[in-house]
């Protein structure tokens, strides 16, 4: 069986649903087909932000939105002056679904429910008249005269238009190739560090506000909260140094130093100095409270230091110690842990082969690109969402335009 359409959309995950609509919205009269290889759509939108959904993140100036990019940065500060977080606040609320930021910027649903995300696309796309197609996988996908020839077991669909946005998967990738577009290797991004041989796996559930986090080989840095686990280490400041070390730490085989500056102390000299003064102005106490009890209790322990004494009994040259310990704490990451809440691929399609104001390939005209199929990637925090709510957007509207 052979059929001719306009428009057909593999992937109906975030990227392909809004890609669809906004066609569709768009160009009421074409034909806008959806494949669904599973028998669900939005499946991730429905575990995000652990069934609450981080829509988007509260940032609504795109070149400072971009930064939040390991990989796409530049590309997407053009498609944010198109489609930004605002656009997409006022979208769902146009559909009746508003948004609110909690403190950090990162933004949900009022309802705290992943499903009252779904249940707006699912709506919004029956509205405008998507055709939705569960449990179909293409075996194949050519470009013959001008048309797309999608084989579907005994099924054949021939369409004008093509969008491949079916995330992170492996078939998705050959469509890509095999229609001419290169491959930056995927691997994996926002992932927590493993580190067996840590004294303090047992401190679990301590967290500290704010550390600097240096990957010594990798040669990259960041600065926020930490947690400590039963595995190693966690908290926004390993995810966020997971992501831009993503690509790095994979080549090392997920080996490497930590060095964990748990004050964020400007140097150790520095740290050395607040404890001398320390020590001359109050003597008869104890060191001042710089980390969680237990925690600096098992960094002294290291040291072979009693930090139950008091200050004057400690020598100079072992603040110096502490000092110089408590700035750079060296720890052997040996593995990672996919975060539970949000993990993402980095790599994908080329950004080089794509027309970032179409979303258009440059290489196959008629084929499109939305998501996460890309090798574009953001932290933690609505990023990943916003840039398949942005690249479907420009994607359907140049498709409902033509
Ligand atoms: C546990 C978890 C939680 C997350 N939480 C958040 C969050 O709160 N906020 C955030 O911004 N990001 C979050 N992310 C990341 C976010 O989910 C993804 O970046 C986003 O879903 C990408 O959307 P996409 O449509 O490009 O790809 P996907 O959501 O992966 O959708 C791709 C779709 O294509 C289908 N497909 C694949 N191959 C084929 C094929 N050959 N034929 C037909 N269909 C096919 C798949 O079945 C799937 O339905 C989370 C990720 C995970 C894993």
Redesign the pocket.
């Known amino acids: 069986m052979k059929r001719s359409t306009s428009n057909i959309i ?9 890609t669809a609509i906004r066609c569709k919205e768009l160009d009421p009269t074409s034909e806008v087909i959806l ?4 028998n ?6 429905r ?4 069934g ?6 509260a940032c609504f100036e795109p070149s400072l939105l971009a930064k939040n990019y390991p990989r796409g940065a530049k590309e997407l500060i053009g498609p944010f002056h198109t489609f930004q977080p605002k656009d997409t606040v006022s979208w769902f609320q146009e559909r009746g679904v508003s948004l609110k930021a909690e403190s950090d910027g ?1 933004m ?1 649903p009022m309802t705290d429910s ?1 499903e009252t995300i779904i249940d707006c696309l699912m709506q919004a796309a029956s509205t405008a008249g998507v055709e939705i197609h569960k449990k ?3 075996l194949s996908i050519q470009k013959k005269e001008g048309q797309f020839f999608i084989q579907l077991g005994n099924e054949e669909l021939v369409a004008d238009q093509l969008v491949l ?8 990738y050959l ?1 890509a190739k095999s229609l001419g577009h290169p491959i930056v290797e995927p691997v994996p991004s ?1 992932f927590t560090l493993n580190v067996p041989t840590s004294p303090l796996l047992d401190l679990s559930g301590i967290s500290i506000p704010d550390a600097i986090l240096t990957l010594k080989t990798s040669n990259f840095r960041q600065r926020g909260p930490l947690l400590l686990t039963h595995w190693g280490f966690s908290g926004p400041a390993v995810l966020k140094l997971s992501a831009w070390a993503a690509r790095k730490i994979h080549e090392l085989d997920y080996r490497d130093t930590l060095l964990i500056n748990w004050t964020a102390s400007s140097n150790a000299e520095t740290l050395y100095q607040t404890l001398l003064q320390q020590k001359a102005s109050s003597p008869l106490q104890t060191l001042p409270p710089l980390l969680p009890h237990k925690l600096l209790h098992r960094l002294c322990e290291a040291l072979c230091i009693d930090p139950a004494i008091p200050l004057a009994k400690l020598p100079n040259k072992t603040l110096l110690q502490l000092a110089c310990k408590l700035h750079a704490d060296p720890y052997a990451v040996e593995e990672k842990t ?8 980095a790599g994908g399609v080329d950004l080089k082969s794509v027309d970032f104001k179409t979303m258009q390939s440059r290489i196959t005209p008629g084929l499109f690109f ?5 090798n574009i ?2 932290v ?9 709510w942005t ?2 957007w420009l994607a359907g509207t140049a498709m409902g335009k033509k």
């Open positions: 593999i992937g109906g995950g975030a990227a392909g649903i809004f494949l669904e290889k599973s669900q759509l939005l499946s991730k939108v575990i995000s932000g652990g609450r959904c981080n829509v988007t993140h990162r949900f992943s179909k996988n293409p946005a079916t995330g992170s998967s492996s078939s998705g469509f926002l996919t975060y539970k809440q949000e993990f993402v691929t939305a998501g996460e199929i890309l990637d953001g933690t925090g609505g990023f990943n969402f916003q840039n398949a690249t479907g």
